[in-house]
Each structure stands twice: as structure tokens, then as C-alpha cells.
């Protein structure tokens, strides 16, 4: 007995080092060429949620209105990979918008000719637990669906994965039956999803490629086609040309160890001059331009962050070194209480917060009522110039040491050119609460650092063992 329970630790032992530090598929985690592009072919667009004087909140939405118009103007080709797909809703139903349907719908609606790639995380699913109509829609109307397969892709809950590898997943245990994690009005799922869902890793890309006369368009989001964050805060930006083949590129690898081919599209990038650079960049490759962006800032410079998760180790410590030599560091965070009406206990955020204060970085929390902040850029700009970081990923462990997938783009130029002043204009309309609409509140309003939770933090950061 002690000889097989030795030979099954070793076992684990092996699966663990492995998965954590395999190579990855090819493709992933990659940064792109960057193109030279004119300063009006980049376009910064954003969702706001904010509260009146009166305590009234309104909802001004704009990035799914831009994906609809792009679908609705494609002619050949539309290319999309988003995180959450679905209408779950949650403890309390968010009724601001239907957007799971009706981008079903305008995909639906769209001429045979048109080639269509809809890629997604199982989570939509629930791993296997559920259908999906809106994804089971798409298939009926010819849409190549990609469900992700995760198992590729490196672990980043060593401790549970290890066991879930060469021994959970092939325990049938579906017949015990077990409330939807995510919607608790829907029908209940087998124990086996669950058990997939603990690996805590995901596609958790947020984009679309589709042409549009004679020019293909990107759109890169922190935004989900997710009925339960209608009414959340997002950020995105919009790019004619240029980086299209660098993201269907970065796609089509998803297709590869997914087991599915997505189309190429025949065409040339048109326009590869101007005064804008831009730059696609995925996975751990996004913290290391995120990390050098800051290390090269000067007393004098400006760092404006607005992030839903903040806890990567290395970028708080880059971001407190900044504040320390004199750059202009302000910081926008989601305060970690609301996730689709259950309340979150403010990790990782409001215990990493105190680590930005006391560095000297100025902060200020997003004033949510059931929604959240979930935007994710990083705006680094001195005198004449300034680079935009954004997409996808939060700024977490999970996100970027290559095991999510993540799509984030970086664009670069004099502060001046439209998106990178419209960048600046949105966050500090939202720090300053601008026009009698209060965005954000102090400091002092979320700040916590008990002991208990930073030792969550710290355990949670270090071992995987979160969803964040």
C-alpha cells in the first residue's frame, strides 16, 4: 500500500512541474510587429455606468454598438473571440440589455457568403453542463463554433490540477446534481463540471476581425457579450488595417490545439505609414510590455490605471517604484463587492490599494451599484508622447504568466492624436467625476489591510487558487 501511494505522489509531483511549466501551443504568447498606422485609423471607445446627484444610475453604452455595426456592415469574413457568452444573470438579474441575444441573432442574420468563426470558453457551457442555445443558434445557422480546449494550455492551480489530470476528470460523478455556479434559476449540472471549472483558467479573450469595404476592422475589449455585465464599465479600441493579420494569426492558433481550423482571409494589409504605432501582444507578453512601459518613466511623467483586478506582484511593486522617483501615478480600481448580486470580499484590490497609497500613488475607487469596473488599460504619457495598454487582461497572475489567454494591443504616439486623447479625457472625466456624474469615490471609502486578507491575497496570488 505505501509502495502505491508513493508511486501516486510521484505521479502528481510530475503532472504538477510539468503542466506549470510545459511549452505552449505555438502561437501563444506572442508579441506582433508593430505598423505605422495614421492617427485617425485608431478610434478609443468605452461603456459607462455612473450615479447622479439624486442617486439615480444610467448606463451610456457604446462598445457593442460598434461590434453590431461591424457585423452588421461585414461582407466576407467576421473573425470573433470573446469570454462570456451567455444570459446567465446571476443572484440579481441585470436588465439593461439582452446583448448574448441579440449578437446571436445579427450573426445569424447574416448571408451565407459571409464566413463566420465564433470563438469561446467552455464556461458557457458550464464545462459541459449545460447547452448553450446562444452557441447551439450559431451552429444551426453554419457558424464554425470553437468551444477552446483549455488542457493545452499551462496550470495555474497546481495543487488542484495535478489530481484533476491523470485522475478527476475521468470520474463519472454527473449523476450527482449540483446548482448552476453562475445562474441558480436554470437547470442544475453534474458534479464533473464543477470539477473541470476548479482549474481556474480560460479563454478569456475579447475581440472581432471583419471587413468592411475595402478594409478590415479590429475591435480589442475588456467587454463581454454577457447579459448579467450589461451594465458594466469597459474600455476598447478600434483599428482600421494594420494588425488584422496579427490577430487572426494569434486566432488561428487557438483553432490548432483546439482541434479546429479557422479561415485565413485573402487580403494585404493596405496602410502601413503615419504618426501611430501599433503593436498586438498576448498572454505573458502583455506584463512584460507593461512592465517595461513603466520601468521607463521619469519624475514628471503620468501613469493613469484603471484596472478590475489588480494583484500581480512584480507590476504593483514597477507602479510604487514610479510613484517613488516622482511620476505622476493615479489609480482607478473596481472595489472587489459586486459579482452578478453576491458580494465579493475585496480581494485582491482593496488589500493591494494600500500598497499603491503608501508608495505615494494617488487612488480612487469606481462607484458600482451591482455592476463593476471592469475595464483594463494603463495610460503611460510624458510631455509629448504617450502609450495606451490595453484589452483583455487584468493585471493578475492568471492573466499574464501564460495561463489565460489574453489579447491585449499597444499603441503609441504623441498625446495628441484622437484615441490617446480621448484615453486621457475618459479617465480623468471619471476621476474627477465630471459634469455632476459621480464615477468614483475616495481613497479612504474601500481601503482595507487586515491581516486575514492579505494573507488570502498572498496565498490566492502565489498558489492559483482564485478566480481572479
Keep these: 500500500m505505501k509502495k502505491i501511494l ?13 503542466n ?44 457593442f454598438d460598434e461590434v453590431i455595426s461591424m457585423i452588421e456592415e461585414a461582407e466576407s469574413y467576421i473573425l470573433i473571440d470573446m469570454f462570456l457568452f451567455n444570459d446567465f ?8 440589455r439582452k446583448i448574448s441575444s ?29 447547452e448553450a442555445e446562444n452557441l447551439n443558434a450559431l451552429k444551426e445557422a453554419g457558424v464554425n463554433v470553437i468551444v477552446t480546449d483549455l488542457t493545452d494550455l499551462r496550470d495555474s492551480n ?30 442544475s449540472i453534474g458534479a464533473n463540471s464543477y470539477i473541470d471549472l476548479l482549474n481556474f483558467k480560460a479563454n478569456h479573450r475579447k475581440l472581432i476581425v471583419s471587413d468592411e469595404g475595402d478594409k478590415m476592422i479590429t475591435l480589442i475589449t475588456s467587454a463581454n457579450p454577457h447579459d448579467g455585465s450589461s451594465a458594466h464599465g469597459n474600455v476598447a479600441v478600434k483599428i482600421e488595417d494594420s494588425i488584422w493579420k496579427d490577430v487572426i494569426d494569434s486566432e488561428i492558433a487557438v483553432g490548432d490545439f483546439s482541434g479546429v481550423v479557422i479561415d485565413e482571409y485573402e487580403g494585404e494589409v493596405i496602410d502601413e505609414s503615419g504618426e ?8 505573458s507578453k502583455i506584463r512584460d510590455a507593461v512592465i517595461d512601459s513603466i520601468f521607463k518613466t521619469k ?20 507602479i510604487g517604484r514610479a510613484a517613488k522617483k516622482g511620476v505622476n501615478v493615479k489609480v482607478i480600481l473596481d472595489p472587489n463587492k459586486d459579482a452578478f448580486g453576491r458580494e465579493k470580499n475585496g480581494i485582491p484590490n482593496r488589500v493591494v490599494a494600500n500598497d499603491l497609497i503608501n508608495a505615494g500613488a494617488e487612488l480612487r475607487w469606481c ?77 479612504d471609502m474601500y481601503l482595507e489591510n487586515s491581516f486575514i486578507k492579505r494573507s488570502m491575497y498572498n496565498i490566492m496570488e502565489i498558489t492559483g487558487l482564485s478566480s481572479f
Design 158 to 187: 497546481i495543487m488542484y490540477s495535478s489530481f484533476w489530470r491523470p485522475f478527476l476528470r475521468y470520474i463519472p460523478l454527473n449523476f450527482i446534481k449540483l446548482s448552476n455556479p453562475f445562474d441558480s434559476s436554470s437547470d
Design 89 to 96: 444573470q446571476g443572484a440579481s438579474e441585470e436588465k439593461t
Design 6 to 18: 508513493k508511486i501516486i505522489v510521484v505521479i502528481i509531483i510530475i503532472v504538477a512541474l510539468y
Design 102 to 130: 441579440e449578437l446571436t441573432q445579427k450573426l445569424v442574420d447574416k448571408d451565407d457568403s459571409v464566413k463566420i468563426t465564433f470563438v469561446t470558453d467552455p464556461i458557457n457551457t458550464i464545462y459541459n453542463g449545460v
Design 367 to 443: 462607484h458600482t451599484h451591482g455592476e463593476q469596473c471592469h475595464g483594463k488599460m494603463i495610460l503611460l504619457k510624458n510631455r509629448d508622447e504617450a502609450t495606451l495598454i490595453i484589452g483583455s487582461a487584468n493585471f493578475t497572475r492568471r492573466n499574464l504568466k501564460d495561463f489565460n489567454l489574453e489579447t491585449n494591443v499597444m499603441v503609441s504616439g504623441t498625446r495628441n492624436t484622437p484615441a490617446l486623447k480621448d484615453a486621457d479625457l475618459y479617465f480623468n472625466r471619471i476621476w474627477n467625476n465630471e459634469q455632476g456624474k459621480i464615477y468614483t469615490v475616495d481613497e
Design 276 to 283: 501611430l504605432n501599433v503593436q498586438l501582444i498576448t498572454e
Design 20 to 63: 506549470r511549466f510545459k511549452p505552449l501551443p505555438e502561437g501563444v504568447s506572442e508579441v506582433w510587429e508593430t505598423h505605422r498606422v495614421p492617427s485617425d485609423s485608431v478610434s478609443f471607445i468605452y461603456d459607462e455606468t455612473y450615479i447622479d446627484d439624486n442617486g439615480e444610475r444610467f448606463v451610456e453604452q457604446n462598445i
Design 299 to 318: 519624475s514628471g511623467d503620468a501613469i493613469y490605471l484603471s484596472m478590475f483586478y489588480l494583484s500581480d506582484k512584480k507590476i504593483v511593486r514597477e
